[in-house]
């Protein structure tokens, strides 16, 4: 299992960009009109409840996700280079309403900076938007955490006594590091597969904006897993789009370490969930998944999580 995963990973992101060694087209490439907005956003914004099975009770979970291009006319909107540099933020809160006072707990952080190198074929494409068709590869550093303080077992010893639980205190202890992102999107439209990404991290013990990763105590007591590079790094997505009378496109991936290749593994899977959808007029998603990493206060705990969630892929 472990070299099938290497061996898949590796090929995806060795699979040349789809125009590139073509010969380049000295002429002006037509411009199209700008009618998407240049803020759209870079993971899925979602409203919706979510169940984590250590949770006795589901949350309100909400992601909200933007990004924009820079030096946008500079670049001459990403002609001139075929390459357009962004900035990107998500962050993901939830709030639970059989605690106390129904608090709203930060569970991710996630600010970036990357540049997004497109294939050669780009006339007439809005190299800004992702609904451009276009293969491409984004080459970044970000910032990954979930913006607690929790961070010695004294302050610890705190949160329970005004949370009331070592459980609901474990929601704010702080976690951090950097890392440097490689993504690789091949547009493959082939018996129901619309687009596959492929996605590699590396996590920096010392980072230009945490100084020092904390992904583990000695306070917390010994566990198998201490690096956050154990159980996430390295990631594949399969975009499908199909039809059905109850789901309309979906999503599956596989994440793993890379200190532990496919040892602790990540499975998710997403459904648009059709009835719903029409009925409501917004994008419903029917989700699911079971491994690491859902909640990265916790990211080292072995759990499944499912939920129902409006999706929004841009802002329009």
Known sequence: MRRIAELALLGTLLL??????????????????????????????????TRDSYERNAYMDFTLS?????????????????????IAFT????????????????????PKLFLR??????AGKSLWSDDNGLDYYDVGYAHESNGQ????????????????????????VSRGWDYLGYKRHLQMHSHGLDSLDAEVKY??????????????????????????????????????????????????SYTTGYLN?????????EFG??????????????????GYNNNVAQYYRNAWSAGLAASFETFK
């Open 16 to 49: 040349p960009l789809a125009g590139q060694g073509a010969e380049t087209n000295s002429e002006v490439p037509e411009r199209p009109l700008r009618s998407m907005p240049l803020l759209a956003s870079d993971e899925p914004t979602l409203l919706g409840m």
């Open 66 to 86: 933007m990004r924009y291009p820079l030096l946008f006319d500079t670049l001459e909107q990403g002609y001139k280079f075929n390459m357009l540099p962004f």
């Open 91 to 110: 962050g993901r809160m939830g709030q639970y309403f059989d605690r106390h006072s129904a608090p709203v707990v930060t569970k991710r952080l996630n």
């Open 117 to 122: 190198f497109y294939e050669s074929g780009t």
């Open 149 to 172: 303080s929790v961070d010695s077992q004294a302050l610890f010893n705190s949160a329970v006594a005004s949370y009331g639980t070592p459980e609901i205190a474990q929601d704010y």
């Open 203 to 252: 996590f920096l013990h010392h980072g230009l904006f945490q100084r020092t990763s904390e992904e583990y105590y000695t306070w917390e007591g010994p566990r198998a897993i201490t690096r956050i590079g154990q159980v996430d790094g390295l990631r594949l997505k399969m975009n499908f789009e199909f039809r059905r009378d109850w789901f309309k496109g979906a999503s599956l």
């Open 261 to 269: 290749v496919a040892r602790w593994n990540t499975v998710r899977a």
């Open 273 to 290: 969930f059709t009835p719903l959808s029409d009925f409501l007029g917004v994008p419903i998603v029917l989700w699911g998944q079971s």
